[in-house]
């Protein structure tokens, strides 16, 4: 079975600072690849996804994440972040095959301090 | 524009009590999604639907039932309330294949006692 792991549940930043917050999968097959935001006391939002392609994804706030197959991993990055920014975020992953639905990781709570 | 609209926000039900979170979308999405959020959990798959009319389990079923008769519905039952069921719920829809991305609704806070 496919399981998404993000080994923080909590990051503290300054503001300005930079950030990276880890995702590993564990899939043997083709993945598509996700990261969502969910600001206090709502749904959660789309931030990035990696489908094919170029390994390295943009959002439209400044944060990208690199696809690793070799390692497995998703980590999502930031180079200055603001307090704007504080929010739980997610990653999550589907596999080419078998359920047609996302498993989500356990999220990590990112903490802008000024 | 309402996107995916949950209803209700907030419920307290006792133990063995029934009720029905109601999900609704007007995209046109034919993927919908039912998810639970426990603190440090992160979300877990209730039930999830690919069209009208058809329904398939998640990773956390017992307990629930849902059903599909409209593209734009997909409710969520609660037959028998446990304290086990104390959760943010979450519905969530996508077009063709999740690959495009989900929109979620702002979640209905359920607690049982």
């Known amino acids: 079975a496919q399981s998404v792991t993000q080994l923080d549940s909590q990051v503290p930043v300054f503001e300005e600072a930079p950030v990276e917050l880890r995702c590993n999968y564990s899939s043997s097959v083709s993945v598509y690849l996700f990261w969502y935001v969910q600001y206090p006391n709502q749904g959660l939002q789309l931030l990035l996804k990696y489908l094919s392609g170029s390994t390295l994804v943009e959002s439209i706030n400044g944060f990208e994440a690199e696809f690793n197959k070799s390692q497995t991993s998703f980590h999502l990055r930031k180079p200055s972040v603001h307090i704007s920014d504080t929010a739980e975020y997610f990653c999550?992953?589907?596999?080419?095959?078998?359920?047609?639905?996302?498993?989500f990781g356990s999220g990590t709570r990112l903490q802008v301090q000024p | 524009n309402a996107g995916v609209t949950q209803t209700p926000k907030f419920r307290i039900l006792k133990i063995g009590q029934s009720m029905t979170l109601q999900c609704a979308q007007d995209?046109?999405?034919?993927?919908m999604y039912w998810y639970r959020q426990d603190p440090g959990m992160g979300l877990k798959l209730i039930y999830y639907s690919v069209g009208a009319g058809i329904t398939d389990k998640g990773e956390v079923p017992n307990g629930y039932n849902v059903s599909r008769s409209t593209t734009e519905d997909f409710p969520l039952r609660l037959e028998l309330a446990a304290p086990s069921q104390t959760s943010v719920y979450f519905c969530?829809?996508?077009?063709?294949?999740?690959?495009?991305?989900?929109?979620f609704g702002s979640g209905t806070r359920l607690t049982v006692v």
């Open positions: 999550a992953v589907r596999m080419d095959t078998g359920r047609r639905a996302l498993t």
């Open positions: 995209m046109n999405h034919n993927y």
């Open positions: 969530a829809s996508s077009y063709g294949t999740d690959t495009y991305g989900y929109t």
